[in-house]
Every structure is written in structure tokens, then in C-alpha cells.
């Protein structure tokens, strides 16, 4: 088992990717990939079922290679990573905290992307939207954040 966290600034002129899947808003996050801080929770949990650090030590913001990376790609190269040491994802929960925009017509999507991108079924795969009611700079809209937990099991 494994549990990962990510969190980013809202900001003007960028995309809104989460879980693979472009929303519909007018900002997205900023970081130095896509900023997707579902797939990149998704990453640090699964990661961390492995033993294998962290997001950071794979794949450093100061590596101009990753700049505006996707995050889908950098979640590829995890599962080829885990089938390397003959481990395979069983199963992923995830949480997305944001208080903007409405996240709910996109849900499916997002579960069917990162299951795809897994190589499970999207039953394998959850994902949970929360707002923080307005308390703090997540609750304020400055910014969303992500946690997961993911279960790996030996091939």
C-alpha cells in the first residue's frame, strides 16, 4: 500500500488537467509539468506501495526534460517501472479537493483515463470529489490538491 499527495496554485493561462482528463475552466494549475495533482497523487501513492521514493526523485521539476510534461505519460512510465521489480497496480482511491469548478461531469472520465493508463479496470480505480467548505486557501480557490491510496500486489 501506498498513499501519495499533491497539491498546486490555481493560475490564469494554463490548462485544468486532472486525471488525464482537460476541465473546463478559466485556470489551471501551475507546476512545472501539467500540474495534474490527481495523477500525480496517483504516482506518489503508487510509488510509495513500491518503496521507490518519491514524484521528486523521478522525475525533478529542475529537469527541463519534464517541462510541461503529461502526467499521464510520467504515470506510463511508473507502471513500467513497478513491472520491472514484478509489481502490478491493484487498485487506486483518490480524492480530489477543490472548490471549483464542478468536478462531477468529468468523474468517468478521469476513472476510465487512469484505469487505461494503469491497465485495470476502471472498477479498480476511485475517484472522490470534496470541497473544504470555504476554510483555507484550497477552500478559497487559490488552489486544488489530490490524495490517493494504491494497492500494488507482486506479479
Known amino acids: 500500500m501506498g498513499l501519495g499527495f ?32 490527481l495523477t500525480h497523487a496517483v504516482i506518489d501513492a503508487l510509488l510509495g506501495a513500491a518503496g521507490l521514493d518519491d514524484i521528486g526523485a523521478h522525475f525533478p ?24 521489480k514484478r509489481l502490478q497496480v491493484e487498485n487506486v482511491d483518490a480524492t480530489i479537493f477543490a472548490e ?20 485495470i ?3 479498480r480505480v476511485n475517484v472522490k470529489l ?3 467548505e470555504g476554510l483555507g486557501p ?6 486544488m490538491a489530490a490524495q490517493a491510496v494504491a494497492e500494488v500486489r507482486e506479479l
Open 61 to 84: 521539476s529542475e529537469d527541463p526534460r519534464y517541462a510541461d510534461a503529461s502526467s499521464l505519460e510520467l504515470l506510463r512510465r511508473v507502471v513500467v517501472l513497478l513491472a520491472g
Open 121 to 123: 479496470e476502471a472498477a
Open 100 to 119: 471549483q469548478p464542478r468536478l462531477a461531469p468529468y468523474r468517468s472520465s478521469m476513472r476510465r483515463v487512469l484505469a487505461e493508463t494503469l491497465g
Open 6 to 37: 499533491d497539491s498546486h496554485r490555481l493560475a490564469p493561462g494554463r490548462r485544468l488537467v486532472l486525471g488525464g482528463v482537460l476541465v473546463s475552466y478559466d485556470r489551471g494549475l501551475a507546476g512545472h509539468s501539467d500540474a495534474d495533482v
Open 138 to 143: 484550497l477552500g478559497l480557490g487559490e488552489g
Open 130 to 132: 470534496k470541497t473544504l
